[in-house]
């Protein structure tokens, strides 16, 4: 049995415990998810780069405090690669590097990778149910979810740009993210 | 951070949308308490679908510095190698030198068939050793993790079991003190009664005949958001004395002591309102309880 054999809790719990072959096997299982997770805010290979370094900083750091209550290990990881790319990205809509513009995000993706054809189309499927899941909800809950996820925007900057109360931001929020796990299912945690 | 304000804030803890402050404090509170998790992770599934389908990979020097960056963070640990007790790689590789010598002159002796055989037993047997060792190692991890969430959990408990120790006491007291003043064979009575902003609220305040203290039972009021209290309001004209604030319980039910700075036979008549959790200086809020006192 090697490292890459390993589950993802397994994997982690070494993490924490400082091995460090468990962390190169968790970075070959999850770099790929963590850069198209950057890359899909901030448009920029660089800035992603810097991202999935901030990620993986902060797995070694921080895994002790990973349980499994939160989730699957997955899920923490992408989490975490949200949030940093989050905070990259306000960073630099602060000193005007890029632009909050009309969410339209996925149609602003470059074409899956064309090194492995494999994982090109599971990718290209994810973003097609994706896509269509997204045209189901209503177009209120998509326009705060586009906005939040994509754009950088926090619940209460959304509720000043649309002119609307945070509390009405927090339903279509809660709603809209219910419904995209109804449509589409848990699964994105399966799929590594 | 309580789980009422945390839950409030999940949906856009899911999708990073919140000060980063909230964010820390909800994920700090997060990490303790399995129950606001677990209201988490349907929310975290949904959010982290928005993130499908780059399909992007990332430029493969990236590896490198990634690792050196994370490593070189860390205080310096006790390797795999010193963990295992596996020898440097120059006594292993020595070592095997070695073994391989010998195993070819017992080759010549034996022939080459049973040698080949030897090798690929022993380098089985490694490779299972290994294995096992890789799993224990894992297990032996996990086994840590889970211990100190484990500990950190009873340590939180401990101390919601001595707060609601302590909250015990206090009721059990109160409950005392009512009892007694129930039985007096002179105590006063008044009803006290919901306005059309509660009108399924009612009460009643008990005092003995010199009015000095008094307490205030009351019923069916709706439980407050963490920023509002209830204030009681004594009346004389049109003077209005601040009386002190309480909250009522989950079901709507509060029992509170009323110690005026002058005997209640000085004043007209008792209101309730909603104010600021501090209170306020004169009353702001919404009249929800009313009583008229019979001055003496």
Same mark, same amino acid.
């Given at each position: 049995m090697a490292?890459?054999?390993?589950?993802?809790?397994? %994997?982690?719990a #070494?993490?924490?415990?400082?091995?460090e072959?468990a962390?190169?096997?968790?970075?070959?299982?999850?770099?790929?998810?963590?850069?198209?997770?950057?890359?899909?805010?901030?448009?920029?290979?660089?800035a992603?780069?810097?991202?999935?370094?901030?990620?993986?900083?902060?797995?070694w750091?921080?895994?002790?405090t990973?349980?499994?209550?939160r989730?699957?290990p997955r899920?923490?990881?992408?989490?975490?690669?949200?949030?940093?790319a989050?905070d990259?990205?306000?960073?630099?809509q602060?000193v005007?590097?890029?632009?909050?513009?009309? @969410?339209l995000?996925?149609?602003?993706?470059?074409?899956?990778?064309e090194?492995d054809?494999?994982?090109?189309?599971?990718a290209?499927e994810?973003?097609a149910?994706?896509?269509?899941?997204?045209?189901?909800l209503?177009?209120?809950?998509r326009?705060?979810?586009?906005?939040t996820?994509?754009?950088?925007l926090t619940?209460?900057?959304?509720?000043?740009?649309l002119?609307?109360p945070?509390?009405?931001?927090?339903?279509?929020?809660r709603?809209g993210?219910?419904?995209?796990?109804s449509?589409?299912?848990?699964?994105?945690?399966?799929?590594? | 951070?309580?789980?009422?304000?945390?839950?409030?804030?999940?949906?856009?803890y899911?999708?990073s949308?919140?000060?980063?402050?909230?964010w820390?404090?909800?994920?700090?509170?997060?990490?303790r308490?399995?129950?606001?998790?677990q209201?988490?992770?349907?929310? /975290?599934?949904?959010?982290?679908?928005?993130?499908?389908?780059?399909?992007?990979?990332p @430029?493969?020097?990236?590896?490198g510095?990634?690792?050196?960056?994370?490593l070189?963070?860390?205080p310096?640990?006790?390797?795999?190698?010193?963990l295992?007790?596996i020898p440097?790689?120059w006594?292993?590789?020595g070592?095997?030198?070695v073994? #391989?010598?010998l195993?070819?002159?017992?080759?010549?002796?034996?022939?080459?068939?049973?040698?080949?055989? #030897?090798e690929?037993? /022993?380098?089985?047997?490694?490779?299972?050793?290994?294995?096992?060792?890789?799993?224990?190692?894992?297990?032996?991890?996990?086994?840590?993790?889970r211990l100190?969430q484990?500990?950190s959990?009873l340590?939180?408990?401990?101390?919601?079991?001595?707060?609601?120790?302590?909250?015990?006491s206090?009721?059990?007291?109160?409950l005392?003190?009512?009892?007694y003043?129930?039985?007096?064979?002179? %105590?006063r009575?008044?009803w006290?009664?919901?306005?059309?902003s509660?009108?399924?609220?009612?009460?009643?305040?008990?005092?003995?005949?010199?009015?000095?203290?008094?307490?205030?039972?009351v019923i069916?009021?709706?439980?407050?958001? @963490?920023a509002?209290?209830y204030q009681?309001w004594?009346?004389?004209?049109?003077?209005?004395?601040?009386?002190?604030?309480?909250t009522?319980?989950?079901?709507?039910?509060?029992?509170?002591?009323?110690?005026?700075?002058e005997?209640?036979?000085?004043?007209e008549?008792?209101?309730?309102?909603?104010e600021?959790?501090?209170?306020?200086?004169?009353?702001?809020? @919404?009249?929800v309880?009313?009583?008229?006192?019979?001055?003496?």
């Amino acid at each position: 049995m090697a490292y890459r054999d390993l589950g993802d809790p397994d %994997l982690l719990a #070494l993490v924490a415990a400082g091995r460090e072959p468990a962390l190169e096997a968790l970075y070959d299982r999850y770099a790929r998810v963590v850069f198209g997770v950057a890359y899909a805010l901030l448009q920029d290979v660089g800035a992603a780069e810097e991202v999935v370094q901030e990620v993986f900083l902060a797995v070694w750091q921080k895994a002790k405090t990973y349980s499994e209550a939160r989730g699957s290990p997955r899920l923490w990881l992408m989490s975490i690669a949200h949030h940093r790319a989050i905070d990259l990205l306000r960073k630099r809509q602060r000193v005007g590097m890029v632009q909050v513009s009309d @969410p339209l995000p996925l149609a602003d993706h470059p074409p899956a990778s064309e090194d492995d054809p494999t994982e090109g189309a599971i990718a290209n499927e994810r973003r097609a149910r994706l896509h269509q899941a997204l045209q189901h909800l209503d177009p209120s809950q998509r326009e705060v979810l586009l906005l939040t996820y994509f754009h950088g925007l926090t619940q209460r900057e959304v509720a000043q740009r649309l002119g609307i109360p945070l509390g009405t931001v927090k339903t279509r929020i809660r709603l809209g993210l219910l419904k995209l796990r109804s449509l589409l299912g848990p699964g994105m945690g399966m799929e590594a | 951070m309580k789980c009422q304000q945390v839950q409030d804030l999940l949906p856009a803890y899911a999708l990073s949308a919140l000060e980063p402050e909230e964010w820390e404090a909800v994920d700090a509170h997060l990490q303790r308490c399995a129950r606001c998790a677990q209201e988490a992770q349907p929310l /975290l599934e949904g959010a982290m679908w928005l993130s499908a389908g780059t399909g992007l990979e990332p @430029p493969p020097r990236l590896k490198g510095r990634v690792l050196e960056r994370a490593l070189g963070a860390h205080p310096a640990r006790p390797s795999l190698r010193r963990l295992t007790g596996i020898p440097p790689r120059w006594v292993t590789a020595g070592a095997v030198s070695v073994a #391989l010598a010998l195993v070819v002159a017992w080759g010549a002796v034996w022939g080459v068939q049973r040698q080949i055989h #030897l090798e690929r037993a /022993l380098a089985q047997q490694q490779g299972q050793i290994q294995g096992l060792m890789l799993a224990l190692q894992a297990m032996e991890a996990r086994q840590e993790a889970r211990l100190g969430q484990l500990t950190s959990v009873l340590m939180t408990m401990q101390s919601k079991e001595d707060y609601r120790t302590e909250a015990l006491s206090r009721s059990i007291h109160d409950l005392r003190q009512l009892a007694y003043w129930s039985a007096a064979p002179d %105590l006063r009575v008044v009803w006290v009664r919901g306005t059309s902003s509660a009108p399924t609220a009612y009460g009643m305040l008990m005092a003995p005949p010199e009015w000095g203290v008094a307490i205030l039972v009351v019923i069916g009021l709706d439980p407050l958001p @963490p920023a509002q209290v209830y204030q009681v309001w004594l009346v004389r004209g049109d003077q209005r004395i601040d009386g002190g604030t309480f909250t009522v319980d989950n079901s709507g039910w509060a029992q509170f002591l009323l110690r005026p700075q002058e005997p209640l036979t000085n004043f007209e008549g008792l209101r309730v309102t909603i104010e600021p959790v501090q209170g306020s200086l004169s009353p702001t809020g @919404p009249l929800v309880l009313a009583a008229e006192l019979l001055r003496r």
